[in-house]
């Protein structure tokens, strides 16, 4: 199993981004997929996931709203556009899979910073 995770990078609080995640390894539309996110010093904490077809999500209530996850089976690629970034958002952000274990990308940083 194999998780990308691509996308990250410096943006003004306001701003937008979009995080994308290309898996292989496994049979990607079978699974749900998930965007973590860790501050330093703080706990990995789940920001949004989606169901196996798309056709359900759930998201922290700290990013309703702003944020979207959305996956193409076609590419075996899930994303995450985020809109109206604040510095509170500055974090790595991980893609995972739960299948036999819990897998994870190595991390892509979002810095919210003017």
């Known amino acids: 199993v194999q998780l990308v995770e691509s996308g990250g990078g410096l943006v003004q609080p306001g701003g937008s981004l979009r995080l994308s995640c290309a898996a292989s390894?496994?049979?990607?539309?079978?699974?749900?997929m998930n965007w973590y996110r860790q501050d330093p010093g703080k706990e990995r904490e789940l920001v949004a996931g989606i169901t196996s077809d798309g056709g359900s999500t759930n998201y922290a209530d700290s990013v309703k709203g702003r944020f979207t996850i959305s996956r193409d089976n076609a590419k075996n690629t899930v994303y995450l556009q985020m809109n109206s970034l604040k510095p509170e958002d500055t974090a790595v952000y991980y893609c995972?899979?739960?299948?036999?274990?819990?897998?994870w990308g190595q991390g892509t940083q979002v810095t919210v910073s003017s």
């Open positions: 995972n899979v739960r299948i036999w274990y819990s897998a």
């Open positions: 390894g496994f049979t990607f539309s079978r699974y749900a």
